[in-house]
């Protein structure tokens, strides 16, 4: 306003001082602001915002006001000492902050030692491979991030009186993170489960308020505090395990609610009912054992709509993470997405992979063999972040387009065809898995201590193959044992044969050779001959012909060539330095007794 026109015109200031009050800066507004601020809206309000420097104050009567401030009530089980002494050191903060006549520097620094003495007195500074800093939390049991987005430091720094945006908590955090990678101990931090192949021992968080673990032996089963035997667990999201010692008896619940509610498809796969079950077992097993997977299997549900199959994977997800877990999609702009996920989860299924995403053959070719993710850390030139995924994939597709040869390799395929009966909601099933979680976590907890027994029976053996999936059929070997391993994997592998190839141009065409007229059957042809050939064919037929030299055609008759000779009676050999190549049909025998 220019002028006091009506008593109920005025200004609430804020001052630096923390002073709330009515203020103008015009001379002729002087007698406006008499009126105290309560008559005007009818309800107290404080003299100065206590969280402001006030330099009218005594240190004594900053130091009383500040015990008056509201403290955050937590649960006595998490240690009252210990919150006791969070409040101490909330009010040495404000008083610190308060302080008369001390520079902001030196009121920073003060702030900045009495945070790091406490966390020093109550816990441990630790780092991973890539610098990143984390606090152990002794009292709680509690690993995090130091960070201000991380939401246990943020509630923190909440607790002594700071806010996470806030100059002072940005330069103490930073400071702190100095200080951890000074003086930090290097630790593998984990998250969801952990298996120590050396020991035999299998950790699985329970995600608990009390911040337990549970460790698996091959003989005994204990409930324990995270960071016991060295073993650190940073919180992940996923719902709480009900874990109670000793359990009851194997009801065979497990697999009445997911192997069972699989309607599996045995018409367009060579994989019975029963080996597909074994194989998604399997899978669902081997995520518990991440760390004897440094290359992993890529679980595929293939199937027309309406075959559940992404009810089968929501069933996986839900049963180890809880009910928030849900599946993930995959767009041609959100790869960075992907790879964070990938990062933060143990399972990462995703959902209708059916688009031809230019990044996506790539990604679940690294996802497969292990591969790290190198990355330039955002806003920094020189600073370049290395990160290894430790999660299993699985996907659901009608009409997939990721089925280059290397990726086929990976993939366990398991049919399904659509539902014959009634639907049943899926709401209704899923409200059922919630309210038998507890009981078939203890039947998968009891799977998993005899399948320690048998990795540490079959520890000395060495299971040889050309699969390669290897790493996943010592592990199935040692479970179910090498030979009905074997024929089941030998299906598997003409499964993966027909996945790459179908769909390809490549195959279309040899077929048509073949069955030309104009073909001399067993005629060899140097990869030039081929080459022109296969184009003219496929101009004829109106096929597109994807290769634009005879070069490339060589390397993918390379890549694919174990298929073909699933399908053709082929050769190649060198003829004068040239390779040449032979077609024909596949010959089948019959044989008569």
Not at 126 to 154: A, E, G
Not at 158 to 176: F, S, V
Not at 227 to 244: E, H, K, L, N
Not at 432 to 442: G, S, V
Request: hydrophobic residues 35%; proline residues 2%.
């Amino acid at each position: 306003h220019t002028k006091p026109s009506t008593s109920k015109e005025f200004l609430v200031h804020l001052s630096f001082t923390g002073a709330i009050k009515k203020h103008c800066h015009h001379t002729h507004c002087t007698d406006l602001y008499k009126d105290k601020l309560e008559d005007l809206f009818k309800f107290s309000i404080p003299d100065k915002a206590w969280y402001f420097l006030d330099e009218n104050e005594e240190e004594k009567e900053i130091a009383e006001k500040a015990k008056e401030i509201p403290a955050v009530t937590l649960e006595p089980s998490k240690g009252e000492e210990y919150f006791k002494i969070l409040r101490e050191l909330r009010e040495t903060i404000y008083k610190t902050r308060q302080a008369k006549k001390k520079k902001e520097v030196d009121k920073n620094e003060t702030c900045f030692r009495e945070v790091c003495n406490f966390l020093e007195d109550n816990g441990s500074f630790i780092k991973d491979n890539n610098n990143t800093c984390y606090y152990f939390d002794k009292n709680r049991k509690l690993t995090y991030q130091i960070y201000r987005k991380d939401p246990d430091y943020s509630i923190f720094l909440h607790c002594i009186g700071l806010a996470e945006n806030e100059m002072i908590a940005r330069i103490i955090t930073k400071r702190l993170q100095k200080h951890c990678l000074l003086v930090g101990k290097l630790v593998d931090i984990k998250k969801f489960c952990y298996y120590d192949r050396k020991k035999f021992i299998l950790y699985v968080d329970l995600r608990n308020e009390q911040n337990q673990i549970l460790k698996i032996t091959t003989s005994t089963m204990d409930i324990i505090d995270n960071g016991t035997d060295g073993i650190m667990f940073q919180r992940c999201q996923g719902s709480p395990i009900q874990v109670t010692l000793p359990f009851s008896e194997n009801s065979g619940k497990f697999e009445e609610m997911t192997l069972d509610r699989i309607n599996f498809d045995t018409e367009e796969t060579g994989l019975t009912v029963e080996e597909q079950q074994v194989l998604f077992d399997l899978f669902f097993m081997a995520i518990f054992f991440e760390s004897i997977f440094p290359t992993k299997p890529l679980l595929l549900m293939y199937g027309v709509k309406g075959s559940g199959k992404s009810f089968s994977l929501r069933v996986m997800g839900k049963l180890l993470f809880g009910d928030d877990w849900n599946l993930s999609s995959v767009t041609s702009d959100n790869e960075r997405d992907i790879k964070v996920a990938s990062l933060h989860k143990s399972f990462l299924a995703i959902d209708n992979a059916d688009s031809r995403i230019k990044w996506m053959n790539d990604f679940l070719a690294k996802m497969a063999t292990g591969e790290q993710f190198e990355e330039r850390q955002m806003r920094e030139n020189f600073v370049y972040l290395s990160m290894k995924p430790s999660c299993f994939i699985g996907l659901t597709a009608r009409t997939p387009k990721f089925r280059r040869d290397d990726i086929a390799d990976r993939l366990l395929i398991l049919s399904v065809k659509p539902l014959e009966d009634n639907f049943i909601p899926e709401n209704d099933l899923l409200e059922e898995l919630e309210e038998h979680r507890d009981i078939l976590w203890n039947e998968i907890i009891f799977k998993l201590q005899v399948i320690l027994r048998q990795l540490q029976q079959a520890q000395k053996q060495t299971f040889k193959t050309k699969f390669r999936m290897a790493d996943f059929y010592s592990f199935a070997c040692k479970i179910v044992g090498e030979e009905k391993v074997k024929d089941i994997f030998r299906k598997l592998q003409q499964e993966q044969y027909d996945f790459s190839l179908d769909e390809d141009p490549l195959y279309e065409l040899l077929q048509i050779y073949i069955e030309d007229e104009e073909t001399i059957e067993g005629e060899f042809l140097s990869g030039k001959d081929l080459f022109f050939k296969l184009s003219s064919l496929a101009e004829g037929h109106r096929i597109k012909f994807h290769y634009n030299n005879v070069m490339s055609l060589a390397m993918k008759l390379k890549h694919l060539w174990k298929g073909i000779q699933t399908k053709f009676d082929c050769l190649i050999k060198k003829d004068k330095n040239i390779m040449v190549y032979s077609f024909k049909k596949k010959v089948t025998t019959h044989t008569t007794t």
